[in-house]
């Protein structure tokens, strides 16, 4: 004979805990992702630190051009390891013809995006891109314009040092 009837008990039928029926998971968000007005006030708040990432309401995007396939490999590597001790979370990544590097950021079990994501994205942000030999896109429309256009600026920055190194 019990002496006592405990608070909450699953034996009596009643509530063990608060968050009996509540779905929870590892993202704090109760199974949920953020909605559309949540994503678009975390990027505005956070665009500073996560430059050059696209965002829709289910997806956070970057692209790049690499100069180097194995580097290029290398910076996957290396995100990988960011990934494994931070947020856990997987990244999308796609490497095109050896040259087009797409970085896709999602929580799958929320089909959609959560604090996590765009945490990843500003620790990828916080990489050094040059030692990747790694050039950020905008799109990957018109790709190439954009690498040359790029390239021409390096290549007239290279020029501007040289010419005030001589005049020195």
Not at 100 to 109: A, D, G, H, N, Q
Not at 131 to 154: G, M, W
């Amino acid at each position: 004979m019990l002496l006592f009837k405990p608070k909450y008990s699953a034996f009596f039928s009643e509530i063990i805990t608060k968050k009996q029926f509540k779905k929870c998971c590892r993202y704090n968000q109760d199974g949920k992702p953020l909605t559309p007005i949540q994503v678009k006030a975390l990027y505005e708040t956070m665009k500073p630190m996560i430059e050059g990432w696209k965002v829709t309401d289910l997806r956070l995007f970057k692209y790049f051009y690499t100069e180097d396939y194995l580097s290029g490999i290398q910076f996957i590597k290396d995100i990988s390891k960011i990934d494994a001790l931070s947020t856990k979370n997987c990244p999308s990544v796609h490497l095109v013809g050896g040259e087009l590097l797409t970085l896709e950021l999602f929580s799958p079990s929320l089909n959609g995006l959560s604090q996590v994501d765009f945490d990843l994205a500003m620790r990828i942000n916080q990489m050094n891109f040059n030692e990747y030999f790694l050039i950020p896109l905008e799109s990957l429309e018109n790709y190439k314009k954009e690498v040359q256009a790029y390239k021409l600026k390096k290549q007239a920055e290279q020029i501007q040092q040289e010419l005030a190194q001589t005049q020195k």
